[in-house]
């Protein structure tokens, strides 16, 4: 019963100041009614398909794949796997998840179910708000990311149904050939879910997660409230 799960938000508000991927537009907010004037309140809002917390589809890197609207229902409630690597990197804006990390994590807790999504916590989600700490310096990114021996055992030998990040993007910031995205990952038709936040409030197994992802006909991803279900 509902009663006996908590419900954790992984979501980061979106508003007009919300960091951007570099060269990416920001949102825009135009108040078109209002209940003083006009009854009711609502306004036409126009945004990046990978704006703040959102999705990647498949076809994002790969043609002729998955769009948001053809994704499986299925695939978007999925056990949550959350791999926490903060205290081992600190403050390295490098660093990725290793083969080791992932070796370490199943020696711990076992192993990783098949079909889940695995939520990669580095710590990044507390910079969120400063530009500088959470992309690094304008056109030279850093921001950590899966590695791609880690990502390749998790996606080819744990099935993993889709990948999640409390950064930028699934690839560490100073990789522009998007290996995860575009050799590894979308492939084989996982998801990405980036932006993140409050993957601290999750325990390393036992979670639930729904994504909430608009169904935008031909889409390559989308703004997404992701929401955790713990026991």
Request: charged letters at 20%.
């Amino acid at each position: 019963m509902l009663e006996n799960v908590k419900v954790v938000d992984l979501t980061i508000p979106l508003g007009t100041d919300i960091i951007m991927w570099p060269g990416a537009p920001s949102p825009e907010m135009e108040t078109l009614v209002t209940v003083s004037h006009d009854g009711y309140f609502a306004r036409r809002v126009s945004f990046f398909e990978h704006t703040g917390t959102h999705f990647d589809a498949p076809c994002h890197f790969i043609e002729g794949t998955a769009t948001t609207d053809t994704i499986s229902v299925d695939s978007l409630v999925r056990p949550a796997v959350v791999i926490d690597i903060s205290s081992a990197i600190g403050n390295d804006p490098d660093a990725v998840l290793t083969l080791e990390q992932v070796e370490d994590f199943e020696r711990t807790h076992g192993e990783i179910p098949f079909n889940a999504a695995i939520l990669l916590r580095t710590g990044w989600e507390d910079f969120n708000t400063d530009s500088l700490k959470y992309c690094g310096p304008d056109g030279d990114l850093h921001f950590p990311g899966f590695g791609v021996d880690a990502a390749r055992f998790l996606v080819e030998e744990r099935h993993a149904a889709g990948l999640g990040i409390d950064t930028l993007g699934i690839d560490p910031g100073n990789r522009p050939d998007f290996p995860v995205h575009s050799q590894i990952s979308h492939p084989k038709g996982l998801w990405h879910l980036e932006n993140l936040q409050n993957l601290k409030l999750l325990p390393p197994l036992g979670a639930w997660i729904i994504v909430g992802v608009l169904p935008l006909v031909g889409g390559s991803g989308s703004p997404a409230r992701v929401i955790a279900l713990l026991p």
